[in-house]
């Protein structure tokens, strides 16, 4: 089994399907003459279905120089859906969309998860991932804000009559920000606050709050597929945003298991070769 090979697999095939999700909500946001956006947004929408297909059509076997062309290919394509959701943010900003449905944080947002994507592929093909100490603090920096937009994000588009789910909603939200804010001290004091007790009371923290996170939207997500709360969420975005709750966690176990040395033997954090 080649690492670097699964490591990129892994990757592509998760956001992959993350992007091409974003091309639809950014679509179902824009207004009904926003013709050349919404182009735009289904032609990203097949850019990454055929990404995300070919990915799965690779395994664990398939010749690293392959799938080092594939980073480069994928790499692109993240760019460019960067772009395209900056420029987004930009009219929008500017209000020159008046009466649109995308918020200006969800467009943000997207666009970091882009650049956290088109990030990684440059760093697996580079062979240069973050020190453990490192990612533990920057990972976390960066989910916290992902989490804590979700939370944002649900409370608004709950309708206003919601009253109790609207207040869970605020409440995560606000332990998010805490959380965050925490991580990002911690990442100042960098590298003194970079010892094992730390990190793993840091890890072991965040857990508890993104399990709670966690079967929140599961449950949101199972009351707007049967229709039992009043909202205008797509059933597809509850699902997405349980999702990057659920790839969350998998990243806090890995860095748990780093620190507690229970790595599998044949898995290094660093090595790519």
Same mark, same amino acid.
């Given at each position: 089994?080649?690492?670097?090979?699964?490591?990129? @697999?892994?990757?592509?095939?998760?956001? #992959?399907?993350?992007?091409?999700?974003?091309?639809?909500?950014?679509?179902?946001?824009?207004?009904?003459?926003?013709?050349?956006?919404?182009?735009?947004?289904?032609?990203? !929408?097949?850019?990454?279905?055929?990404?995300?297909?070919?990915?799965? &059509?690779?395994?664990?076997?398939?010749? *690293?120089?392959?799938?080092?062309?594939?980073?480069?290919?994928?790499?692109?394509?993240?760019?460019?859906? !960067?772009?395209?959701?900056? +420029?987004?943010?930009? @009219?929008?900003?500017?209000?020159? $969309?008046?009466?649109?449905?995308?918020?200006?944080?969800?467009?943000?947002?997207?666009?970091?998860?882009?650049? !956290?994507?088109?990030?990684?592929?440059?760093?697996?093909?580079?062979?240069?991932?973050?020190?453990?100490?490192?990612?533990?603090?920057?990972?976390?920096?960066?989910?916290? +804000?992902?989490?804590?937009?979700?939370?944002?994000?649900?409370?608004?588009? @709950?309708? *206003?009559?919601?009253?109790?789910?609207?207040? &869970?909603?605020?409440?995560?939200?606000?332990?998010?920000?805490?959380?965050?804010?925490?991580?990002?001290?911690?990442?100042?004091?960098?590298?003194? #606050?970079?010892?094992?007790?730390?990190?793993?009371?840091?890890?072991?923290?965040?857990?508890?709050?993104?399990?709670?996170?966690?079967?929140? +939207? +599961?449950?949101?997500?199972?009351?707007?597929?049967?229709?039992?709360?009043? #909202?205008?969420?797509?059933?597809?975005?509850?699902?997405?945003?349980?999702?990057?709750?659920?790839?969350?966690?998998?990243?806090?176990?890995?860095?748990?298991?780093? @620190?507690?040395?229970?790595?599998?033997?044949?898995?290094? !954090?660093?090595? $790519?070769?």
């Amino acid at each position: 089994m080649n690492e670097f090979v699964t490591r990129s @697999l892994d990757e592509i095939r998760f956001w #992959s399907r993350i992007m091409k999700e974003h091309s639809l909500f950014l679509k179902l946001g824009f207004r009904c003459d926003d013709t050349q956006l919404i182009q735009e947004a289904n032609g990203y !929408y097949s850019v990454f279905e055929q990404i995300e297909t070919k990915a799965h &059509q690779y395994n664990a076997n398939t010749d *690293p120089q392959t799938i080092r062309a594939f980073n480069v290919e994928v790499y692109n394509a993240a760019v460019h859906i !960067y772009v395209f959701k900056r +420029k987004v943010l930009g @009219l929008i900003i500017s209000c020159k $969309l008046p009466g649109g449905n995308n918020f200006p944080l969800l467009v943000d947002h997207t666009s970091r998860e882009a650049n !956290y994507f088109r990030n990684r592929l440059a760093e697996l093909n580079n062979g240069q991932l973050e020190p453990l100490h490192d990612a533990i603090i920057d990972e976390n920096v960066f989910f916290l +804000k992902i989490m804590a937009d979700h939370a944002k994000f649900i409370g608004h588009l @709950l309708d *206003p009559s919601e009253r109790k789910l609207v207040e &869970q909603a605020r409440d995560f939200s606000n332990d998010f920000d805490t959380l965050l804010w925490q991580a990002q001290d911690l990442s100042s004091m960098r590298p003194q #606050s970079q010892t094992q007790p730390l990190l793993t009371q840091f890890l072991d923290q965040n857990r508890v709050s993104v399990v709670s996170l966690r079967d929140f +939207k +599961k449950t949101a997500r199972d009351l707007i597929e049967a229709c039992r709360i009043k #909202s205008i969420i797509h059933p597809l975005l509850a699902d997405h945003v349980y999702r990057e709750a659920e790839r969350f966690l998998e990243i806090i176990d890995m860095f748990e298991n780093h @620190l507690k040395g229970n790595r599998p033997p044949d898995f290094d !954090y660093n090595s $790519l070769h």
